[in-house]
Each structure stands twice: as structure tokens, then as C-alpha cells.
């Protein structure tokens, strides 16, 4: 079981209170996540990433384990204690602005 955290606008549109469990088949990776969560909460299509690209929206971040995971490939495994649940993938907006 994958344990991830939307931000606020995101459980929002999801209708989703705390943090988002999924069932992810295969090896846990940004990509088997981020399907299984379209997969559940088809309203977060094209919200995270791109849905033509599949890239990451450029005012959100991804972190686990106290890392900043946003720039890895999006088949690389995440870390052990993401895909066992002990940690959750927090996937966080970005603030810009001068």
C-alpha cells in the first residue's frame, strides 16, 4: 500500500480528506503511482502531469523520505520505505512570485 499526500486544491478536486491510499502494481515508481491514483481519482487527470507528455506540472513537487524526488525519472524505483508505506510520497504545489 502506497501512502501519498496531495495538497490542498488536490484533495479538493479528488473530494479526498488526509493522505491517499493506493494498491500500485509492480514496483512503486512515480509513474505506477501517479496511474494508480489517475486510476482511482480519474478527476486528477492532467493536474499532476501532462497528459499528453506525462510530465510533471511545473508547479509541483515531488519528496519522500526527506528528498526532493522531482527531477528523477519517472521509472525509477522509489525509496524502500515509500513502496512499503512507512513514508508517504508527498507531492507538494510550488509557490513562485517576486
Known amino acids: ?7 490542498a486544491h488536490l484533495r479538493t478536486l ?17 509513474r505506477s503511482v ?12 492532467g493536474t ?3 497528459q499528453v ?3 510533471r506540472r511545473p508547479f509541483l513537487r515531488f519528496f519522500a523520505c526527506e528528498e526532493d524526488l522531482s527531477h ?11 513502496a512499503s508505506g512507512a513514508e508517504p510520497l508527498l507531492i507538494i504545489g510550488a509557490i513562485a512570485g517576486g
Open 34 to 45: 501517479l496511474d494508480a491514483l489517475e486510476a482511482c481519482y480519474p478527476m486528477l487527470r
Open 1 to 7: 500500500m502506497i501512502r501519498v499526500i496531495l495538497p
Open 72 to 82: 528523477e525519472l519517472p521509472d525509477a524505483p522509489l525509496p524502500d520505505a515509500v
Open 53 to 55: 507528455t506525462q510530465q
Open 14 to 30: 479528488a473530494r479526498v480528506d488526509g493522505e491517499v491510499k493506493l494498491d500500485v502494481e509492480g514496483q512503486a515508481t512515480q
Open 48 to 50: 499532476i502531469r501532462d
